[in-house]
Structure formats: structure tokens, C-alpha cells
């Protein structure tokens, strides 16, 4: 390895060793005494035997027994997760562990991780059925989440992140089917509208689901008109589930298209000459051939609900507990740094399980079957229609008619300039826009000025680092690249509140006190939204291979003078689709940026926020609509235009 790839090297492992393990170790130390732990203190000299000092002074384990005592954590935990998906997820590892330990038990092993789990996971759904999980620290059955209801009950068993994973991805494949394998009319239209949801940030969802069908909303006031009783409770988990299953459905309809671009056709065509029907052919052929981008999609809508702070404070009753609530309310409420501090790393561990059993799924299946040729094309010819191209029309449309429903009543709320107890409103102006718009331009410390100026040093720092750690993964062998790409891959999972009160646990003291501080905001940002540009700039990476490089080198060319007439230029589009990636993430931040930054730094997402929790929604819904179209515009340019190199996929 030359002289500038190793301090490039260096370079890189100093910034992500200070400003991501360290805050993530620090986060553990945190749990178990209870306060900030100075872990860049300890690092100096003598900081060890400090260390050691203070660890037996205050260190215990009494905050991880408080998750067992404490009703609101272990509720929280297991409204998120589910007790079903726990249970299965232990039972799983141990059939796992004991075929490694005992491997002359092949079938018992094989059947725990089989027949097992389905048996487990369908008791604690019949024990749901029937009353409560858990009982509270009285003895008496907890009424979590009204457990006195099946659907109360389903959600204890099931977990609320696992269903509204399992309700996105079903949206999102039969999305993906019908694009793919149907002539559906508008077909363009539908595949252009995938893009909306993305680009709509989910706490903009809940305001308009209040819009729409909150105890005043539109629809509400429509049915009570003609004497209907109310559809939607406006603050339940079936709500914000609602929202957060309609806004993440496309990262699975992108994954799955993509899969099926790489879709083997002879497969299917010869289970039907075998004899099996289509639906046959469906279930056995296809659905476990494009299993890893299903899996792949799947895994982040878990993420995203796992750690969507904003919809469930907006749309979750205060009796309701979920775990990223749980933490945040003792960070910024009760300052009760340790309760906070040991939910954050449950939650880092839930995520980093999930990972690896995602990693165990793809890469112990047999895929070989996607192979390079051409994808699956449509079964009648683009002339003829036939009822399932209907259907899917239909299907399609009821689908993105609700991003769709949001998206115009945030707007029509907008320009409004009152609204009574009619349906509609009465009179409308645009005066709320022209003095966002004013406001933005004249006065430095405007939500909108904000969010420009805390995104364009942060798009700044995450493209240097996002290209310095694409630049050594795609040019390196070994353990160090294998450790940058694990390493880039932690901050984009990680929930928002767990690594907001990691960072402040780290660098709020005497010696950095970097906490609320804009300093701390960018660097969270470039920390957390650098995996977006390192997987698109390694991507250009691995599509120009290094002759070209190598190339310019045998030519006489310098290291710099190939880097900066070479290797840039050819993995530009990526830089670019990367780039409007990191900046769109940074304009919908909300959880990261609320606990972080200073209220005088408040961009229009952490405003917007606030706004709907103030009740001003009419505001709010004027700034949403401002931050929808600054997500929207770019991310169609990049997502549609080949003239950047980025294949639409759809």
C-alpha cells in the first residue's frame, strides 16, 4: 500500500475511532455507571487506572435490572419488538450454538430452528389471545397498549416494528409485481410516484394523517356528516403504523425491482412446463429466489419505524410506551442519564441482531439462481390488457393514493387562512409562504437558513469521508477494508436517539463541551449520513475497475495528478448520487438534531416538529410543504436522470 493510502488510512480511523466508537463505548459505560462516561480522558496517560477507579467506584448493573422492574422500559421494548419475535429470535441462536457445540444432534438443532420457532412463535400468539403477556410491578395484568383488545394483544405478541416491517413489505412486493410482471395502465406514472413517499419525511405523514383523520380532520368531519362514527382513532399505534407502513413501503418495491432486473425467467417458465400453476410458481421459484432484496428492503423499514422518533411523539398516546420514546423521556425530561443511556444500547443490540441475522439468512440460502440476464418481461404484450392488469391498476392506485391524500391535505391546510367546523376551507392565502420565503432571506437564524447552513458543511465533510473510505474499501484487501465497511454501515442503522445520547455522553464535558453546538450537529451528520455516499461512490467505484488508474500511473502521472484527472471524474455520478442522498437525510433529521443542536440552530424539520406538537398546524403544513419539494426536486433529478450515471430501476 503507498504512503497516502496509509495516512489516508490513518486519517479515517482517527475520525470514526473518535467520533463513533468512542461515543458508542461511551454509551455502554454509561449504562453501567449511570453518568457520562469520559472515555477520550481515558485514553490519555493515566487515563486507564482513572477508568478502572471509576468503574469500581459506580459501576453496576443496576440500570439493566431496572428494564425488568420498571414497567414503561419493558413494556416499551417489547411494543417495539414483540415477545413472539424475541423468544424466536433466543430460541433460533441456541439451535444455532448447540448444532455448533453438539453437532451429532442434527435433527434436534435442525428443528429448533425449524418447525420450532412457527410452534413458539404460534403459542405466544394463543396466549395473547386470551389475556395480556405481562403483568405490571403490582402483580396485577398490564393493560399495555389495550391489551383488553385482540388487536391490543396481536401487537404485545407480535411487536409493533416487526408488523409494520411485515405490512410495508407487503405493500412493497405487490407494488414491485405489478410494475414488474403486469401491463397496468399509467405505468410510467405509478413508477415515477414510488419517489413520493421517500421523499416525504414521516413526521409530515402524521401531521397529515391528523389532517385527514384526526379527531378533526377532513374524512372525520366527512363521516360524522353523513352519521358514520370515526374511522381512525387519531392517537393509537395503528395510526402511526399506518403512516410509517404507507411512507416505507418503496424501500422494498426498489429492492425487490432491482432483484428482479437480475431475474432468472427460464426458472418459473420451467415449473410451469413441470406443471405447476403460476401461483404455484410464485410461492416456490420466485418469492425465495428474490428473498435477499426483499430482506434487504425489509430490514430498512424495520430501522426506519425502529428508530422514527418523530410519528410515534406525534401520533402515539402518552400512555403508550415504545422504547425510543421511553429513552428520549428520560434524557431530556427527567434527565436520568443511565435509564436513557442502557435503552440506547438495547436498542443499538436489537438493530445489530437483526443485521446479523439478516447476513446469516442471504448468505446461508442459495441464490445462485439471479443471475445477469435480462428481467422478467411482462406476460401479454404492451397492446392487450386483461382484468389483472386492472387489478393491479387498482391496487397500485389505492396505494399512492395515500402518500398522494397526505401530500395535498398538508397543502391545502397550507393555504389556508382559516378553517371552522366545515369540511373544506372558506378562504385561502398564500402569505404564509411569502413569509417563510422572507424570513429565510433577512433573518440568519430562520428554520430554512438553518437547515442550509448545517447541510452544506455537513454535504461538504460526508463526501471527503465518504470518498476516503469508498476510495480504500474498492482499492484495499483484507481486514481493514472489511472493518470500513462494517464501521460505515453502524451510524446508518443505529437509531437517532441512541446515538444522539451517545454523542453528548462523550462530548459534553470540560475538556471538548461541544454539546448543544452547531460544531456537534455537523459532525453527527457527517458521522450518521456518510453511508449513503460511500455505498453509491463504492458502486462507481466497482464499475470502473483500476486499468484506468493504472493506466494514467504507467503514463507518468502522479498519485494526486490520477486522483484528481482520473479516479474523480470517473466515479463522479456516484459522488453526485451520493451527495443528494446525504443532503436530503440531512433535511429530515429530526431526533439527532432536536437533543443536539441549540435552539437558535432549529432547521425546518426540527420546526416542523415542534410546530405540530404546539398545535400550529397551519404553519407547520406550510414549512412541510417547503421541505417535501426541497427533498423532492433533487431526488428525482438524481433518481430519473441517466445523465448522472444513476439507473432509475424502475
Same mark, same amino acid.
Request: proline letters at 5%; aromatic letters at 14%; glycine letters at 10%.
Given at each position: 500500500?503507498?504512503?497516502? &493510502? =496509509?495516512?489516508?488510512?490513518?486519517? @479515517?480511523?482517527?475520525?470514526?475511532?473518535?467520533?463513533?466508537?468512542?461515543?458508542?463505548?461511551?454509551?455502554?459505560?454509561?449504562?453501567?455507571?449511570?453518568?457520562?462516561?469520559?472515555?477520550?480522558?481515558?485514553?490519555?496517560?493515566?487515563?486507564? $487506572?482513572?477508568?478502572?477507579?471509576?468503574?469500581?467506584?459506580?459501576?453496576?448493573?443496576?440500570?439493566?435490572?431496572?428494564?425488568?422492574?420498571?414497567?414503561?422500559?419493558?413494556?416499551?421494548?417489547?411494543?417495539?419488538?414483540?415477545?413472539?419475535?424475541?423468544?424466536?429470535? #433466543?430460541?433460533?441462536?441456541?439451535?444455532?450454538?448447540?448444532?455448533?457445540?453438539?453437532?451429532?444432534?442434527? %435433527?434436534?438443532?435442525?428443528?429448533? %430452528?425449524?418447525?420450532?420457532?412457527?410452534?413458539?412463535?404460534?403459542?405466544?400468539?394463543?396466549?395473547?389471545?386470551? %389475556?395480556?403477556?405481562?403483568?405490571?410491578?403490582?402483580?396485577?395484568?398490564? &393493560?399495555?397498549?389495550?391489551?383488553?383488545?385482540?388487536?391490543?394483544?396481536?401487537?404485545?405478541?407480535?411487536?409493533?416494528?416487526?408488523?409494520?416491517?411485515?405490512?410495508?413489505?407487503?405493500?412493497?412486493?405487490?407494488?414491485?409485481?405489478?410494475?414488474?410482471?403486469?401491463?397496468?395502465?399509467?405505468?410510467?406514472?405509478?413508477?415515477?410516484?414510488?419517489?413520493?413517499?421517500?421523499?416525504?419525511?414521516?413526521?409530515?405523514?402524521?401531521?397529515?394523517?391528523?389532517?385527514?383523520?384526526?379527531?378533526?380532520?377532513? #374524512?372525520?368531519?366527512?363521516?360524522?356528516?353523513?352519521?358514520?362514527?370515526?374511522?381512525?382513532?387519531?392517537?393509537?399505534?395503528?395510526?402511526?403504523?399506518?403512516?410509517?407502513?404507507?411512507?416505507?413501503?418503496?424501500?422494498?418495491?426498489?429492492?425487490? @425491482?432491482?432483484?428482479?432486473?437480475?431475474?432468472?425467467?427460464?426458472?418459473?417458465?420451467a415449473s410451469r412446463v413441470l406443471g405447476g400453476s403460476n401461483f404455484y410458481g410464485y410461492i416456490t421459484v420466485t418469492l425465495p429466489t428474490?428473498?435477499?432484496? $426483499?430482506?434487504?428492503?425489509?430490514?430498512?423499514?424495520?430501522?426506519?419505524?425502529?428508530?422514527?422518533?418523530?410519528?410515534?411523539?406525534?401520533?402515539?398516546?402518552?400512555?403508550?410506551?415504545?422504547?425510543?420514546?421511553?429513552?428520549?423521556?428520560?434524557?431530556?425530561?427527567?434527565?436520568?442519564?443511565?435509564?436513557?443511556?442502557?435503552?440506547?444500547?438495547?436498542?443499538?443490540?436489537?438493530?445489530?441482531?437483526?443485521?446479523?441475522?439478516?447476513?446469516?439468512?442471504?448468505?446461508?440460502?442459495?441464490?445462485?439462481?439471479?443471475?445477469?440476464?435480462?428481467?422478467?418481461?411482462?406476460?401479454?404484450?404492451?397492446?392487450?390488457?386483461?382484468?389483472?392488469?386492472?387489478?393491479?391498476?387498482?391496487?397500485?392506485?389505492?396505494?399512492?393514493? =395515500?402518500?398522494?391524500?397526505?401530500?395535498?391535505?398538508?397543502?391545502? #391546510?397550507?393555504?389556508?387562512?382559516?378553517?371552522?367546523?366545515?369540511?373544506?376551507?372558506?378562504?385561502?392565502?398564500?402569505?404564509?409562504?411569502?413569509?417563510?420565503?422572507?424570513?429565510?432571506?433577512?433573518?440568519?437564524?430562520?428554520?430554512?437558513?438553518?437547515?442550509?447552513?448545517?447541510?452544506?458543511?455537513?454535504?461538504?465533510?460526508?463526501?471527503?469521508?465518504?470518498?476516503?473510505?469508498?476510495?480504500?474499501?474498492?482499492?484495499?484487501?483484507?481486514?481493514?477494508?472489511?472493518?470500513?465497511?462494517?464501521?460505515?454501515?453502524?451510524?446508518?442503522?443505529?437509531?437517532?436517539?441512541?446515538?444522539?445520547?451517545?454523542?453528548?455522553?462523550?462530548?459534553?464535558?470540560?475538556?471538548?463541551?461541544?454539546?448543544?453546538?452547531?460544531?456537534?450537529?455537523?459532525?453527527?451528520? #457527517? =458521522?450518521?449520513?456518510?453511508?449513503?455516499?460511500?455505498?453509491?461512490?463504492?458502486?462507481?467505484?466497482?464499475? $470502473?475497475?483500476?486499468?484506468?488508474?493504472?493506466?494514467?500511473?504507467?503514463?507518468?502521472?502522479?498519485?494526486?495528478?490520477?486522483?484528481t484527472r482520473v479516479t474523480i471524474p470517473l466515479v463522479a455520478p456516484g459522488i453526485i448520487a451520493g451527495s443528494v442522498m446525504i443532503f436530503?437525510?440531512?433535511?429530515?433529521?429530526?431526533?439527532?438534531?432536536?437533543?443536539?443542536?441549540?435552539?437558535?440552530?432549529?432547521?425546518?424539520?426540527?420546526?416542523?416538529?415542534?410546530?405540530?406538537?404546539?398545535? %400550529?398546524?397551519y404553519n407547520a403544513s406550510a414549512y412541510g410543504v417547503i421541505l417535501f419539494f426541497l427533498i423532492l426536486i433533487p431526488y428525482s433529478v438524481?433518481?430519473?436522470?441517466?445523465?448522472?450515471?444513476?439507473?432509475?430501476?424502475?
Open positions: 500500500m503507498s504512503s497516502y &493510502r =496509509v495516512g489516508l488510512g490513518l486519517a @479515517l480511523t482517527l475520525f470514526l475511532f473518535v467520533f463513533l466508537l468512542c461515543p458508542l463505548a461511551g454509551l455502554l459505560f454509561a449504562a453501567i455507571l449511570g453518568e457520562q462516561a469520559p472515555v477520550l480522558n481515558w485514553l490519555t496517560p493515566g487515563g486507564f $487506572i482513572d477508568a478502572l477507579r471509576l468503574l469500581s467506584e459506580k459501576g453496576t448493573l443496576d440500570y439493566y435490572r431496572e428494564f425488568f422492574s420498571t414497567p414503561r422500559y419493558y413494556r416499551g421494548f417489547f411494543n417495539a419488538v414483540g415477545l413472539g419475535p424475541v423468544l424466536v429470535t #433466543v430460541l433460533f441462536f441456541f439451535g444455532w450454538l448447540g448444532q455448533s457445540l453438539f453437532p451429532r444432534q442434527k %435433527r434436534l438443532w435442525a428443528w429448533l %430452528r425449524g418447525p420450532g420457532l412457527i410452534m413458539l412463535f404460534a403459542l405466544v400468539c394463543l396466549a395473547s389471545a386470551t %389475556r395480556p403477556l405481562w403483568a405490571d410491578s403490582e402483580g396485577m395484568w398490564a &393493560r399495555v397498549l389495550d391489551g383488553s383488545t385482540v388487536a391490543g394483544r396481536l401487537l404485545q405478541a407480535c411487536g409493533y416494528c416487526p408488523l409494520v416491517t411485515l405490512a410495508g413489505s407487503l405493500i412493497g412486493v405487490g407494488v414491485a409485481f405489478c410494475l414488474h410482471f403486469t401491463n397496468l395502465p399509467f405505468k410510467k406514472i405509478f413508477s415515477l410516484l414510488v419517489i413520493v413517499p421517500l421523499s416525504m419525511p414521516p413526521f409530515l405523514g402524521a401531521l397529515a394523517f391528523k389532517n385527514l383523520l384526526g379527531d378533526f380532520g377532513m #374524512v372525520t368531519r366527512l363521516f360524522h356528516l353523513v352519521g358514520l362514527t370515526h374511522p381512525f382513532s387519531g392517537q393509537s399505534a395503528l395510526s402511526a403504523g399506518l403512516v410509517e407502513s404507507f411512507l416505507f413501503f418503496p424501500f422494498v418495491t426498489m429492492t425487490t @425491482l432491482s432483484a428482479l432486473e437480475r431475474f432468472d425467467t427460464s426458472l418459473p417458465e428474490l428473498m435477499p432484496g $426483499i430482506l434487504a428492503g425489509s430490514f430498512l423499514i424495520f430501522v426506519r419505524s425502529f428508530g422514527d422518533f418523530a410519528t410515534l411523539r406525534l401520533l402515539l398516546p402518552t400512555r403508550y410506551s415504545m422504547i425510543v420514546i421511553e429513552a428520549y423521556r428520560d434524557f431530556t425530561g427527567s434527565s436520568y442519564f443511565g435509564g436513557a443511556a442502557m435503552l440506547s444500547t438495547l436498542m443499538v443490540a436489537v438493530i445489530l441482531v437483526l443485521l446479523a441475522l439478516q447476513k446469516y439468512v442471504v448468505e446461508g440460502g442459495s441464490y445462485q439462481t439471479v443471475s445477469g440476464r435480462s428481467g422478467a418481461r411482462s406476460a401479454h404484450p404492451e397492446e392487450t390488457r386483461t382484468p389483472r392488469d386492472g387489478l393491479a391498476a387498482l391496487f397500485c392506485g389505492a396505494v399512492f393514493a =395515500v402518500p398522494l391524500s397526505f401530500l395535498a391535505s398538508t397543502f391545502l #391546510v397550507s393555504i389556508a387562512r382559516n378553517w371552522g367546523a366545515q369540511i373544506m376551507p372558506t378562504s385561502f392565502t398564500l402569505n404564509r409562504y411569502g413569509h417563510i420565503l422572507k424570513a429565510c432571506f433577512t433573518e440568519y437564524d430562520s428554520p430554512l437558513a438553518n437547515s442550509f447552513n448545517l447541510a452544506a458543511p455537513s454535504l461538504l465533510g460526508c463526501v471527503i469521508l465518504s470518498f476516503g473510505i469508498a476510495f480504500l474499501i474498492s482499492r484495499t484487501r483484507g481486514r481493514f477494508s472489511q472493518f470500513l465497511d462494517f464501521t460505515t454501515v453502524l451510524p446508518f442503522v443505529i437509531p437517532g436517539v441512541a446515538f444522539a445520547v451517545a454523542l453528548i455522553g462523550v462530548f459534553n464535558n470540560e475538556a471538548f463541551d461541544l454539546h448543544f453546538t452547531a460544531k456537534l450537529v455537523i459532525i453527527a451528520y #457527517v =458521522v450518521t449520513r456518510a453511508p449513503y455516499g460511500v455505498r453509491t461512490i463504492l458502486a462507481s467505484f466497482q464499475q $470502473i475497475g483500476t486499468s484506468m488508474e493504472e493506466g494514467s500511473r504507467t503514463l507518468g502521472g502522479g498519485e494526486l495528478l490520477t486522483l436530503i437525510s440531512c433535511m429530515q433529521d429530526v431526533a439527532i438534531t432536536l437533543m443536539v443542536a441549540p435552539p437558535d440552530w432549529y432547521p425546518t424539520s426540527v420546526h416542523v416538529f415542534q410546530e405540530i406538537e404546539r398545535g %400550529r398546524i438524481v433518481f430519473f436522470s441517466k445523465r448522472f450515471g444513476v439507473k432509475p430501476g424502475l
